[in-house]
């Protein structure tokens, strides 16, 4: 199986739940549950592999700080390769804080700290040697590396060989197609989510959005769209939508769109297809949901492809 390099963003997620609505000042909120987990659009699909059973490893920057050990203790726990995790003495770990509604949707408080300030020049050809996949997780989010380094670094990936993937996170700057035109080009596949993908490209009809990737030097496309599951464009002339499993009730929303690109990656990794690559990433997301936290659901590859087998899709 192929290995996969999962770079950037990086966070502890504390993840309280339900809240449907904070309290006002001055006054106290009974909740549920409290949990603290690694998150992150490059963490978490990291751990998913791994779990998975897909070779990984993950390139990220941590502070010097308790999130930090957090953060590395916890991924090489799952079986991540960590030897690219990178401390930085002057910046705190990212955190977010997760409230998760009674309909298991979530929003976010983001402190961007470590993630903002990894470097692309600080990325080695050695930590990536060893890996066929390069995948960008969290575009947008990555202050330092966004645009002109992160293309860069792409188009070094690909004279090395490998293949480049990229994710996207939501924008709280709101410039959006500035931060990552520049990286476009060197990206064999991008899989943004639809919300995303509409802020990105200004389009909001998938063959639109599709299309506006397309013609800015994408090789393929994938666009998330939640419950409805993905669009599929792996060429121009090729086009197709894969449901995902609505009859399961989400229990927490969070990283269910990273579990969906461990998915597609696992299934690259290991030569299939684009749409059977695209089914068993709907599936991967719809174990993430089932659980509190971003990697908790995720079981390996082999009780994923006996939940397909056995459960219908609607």
């Known amino acids: 199986m192929k290995k996969i390099c999962c770079i950037g963003s990086v966070t502890t997620d504390v993840i309280v739940s339900p809240v449907d609505a904070l309290p006002p000042a001055g006054t106290l909120q009974e909740t549920g549950h409290t949990s603290v987990h690694v998150g992150g659009c490059a963490s978490n699909p990291a751990i998913d592999l791994a779990k998975l059973g897909a070779p990984v490893r993950l390139i990220c920057k941590v502070g010097c700080d308790s999130f930090g050990d957090f953060v590395a203790q916890e991924c090489a726990q799952a079986g991540v390769d960590v030897s690219g995790i990178l401390r930085d003495p002057n910046v705190s770990t990212t955190t977010s804080i997760v409230c998760v509604n009674s309909q298991g949707e979530r929003s976010f408080l983001y402190n961007p700290g470590s993630t903002s300030a990894l470097r692309a020049d600080e990325i080695t050809e050695e930590m990536l040697d060893g890996c066929d996949i390069i995948f960008i997780g969290g575009a947008m989010l990555l202050t330092a590396f966004d645009g002109a380094p992160c293309g860069e670094l792409l188009r070094k990936a690909r004279e090395m060989g490998k293949f480049t993937v990229m994710d996207t996170a939501w924008d709280f700057e709101d410039r959006w197609m500035p931060k990552i035109r520049d990286a476009l ?18 389009e909001t009809e998938l063959a639109k959005i599709a299309d506006a990737f397309f013609d800015l030097g994408v090789k393929q496309v994938i666009i998330k769209t939640g419950k409805d599951g993905a669009y599929f464009a792996p060429s121009r002339d090729v086009r197709f939508s894969l449901p995902t499993y609505r009859s399961i009730k989400p229990v927490d929303t969070t990283g269910a769109g990273d579990s969906f690109c461990a998915g597609f990656l696992c299934g690259l990794a290991q030569g299939w297809d684009f749409e059977a690559c695209g089914r068993f990433a709907n599936a991967v997301g719809t174990h993430c949901i089932q659980a509190v936290g971003a990697s908790t659901g995720i079981p390996s590859m082999e009780k994923v492809l006996e939940f397909m087998k056995n459960t219908p899709l609607e």
């Open 185 to 202: 080009p060197g990206l064999d596949l991008f899989m943004p989510s639809y919300d995303e993908a509409v802020k990105i490209s200004g």
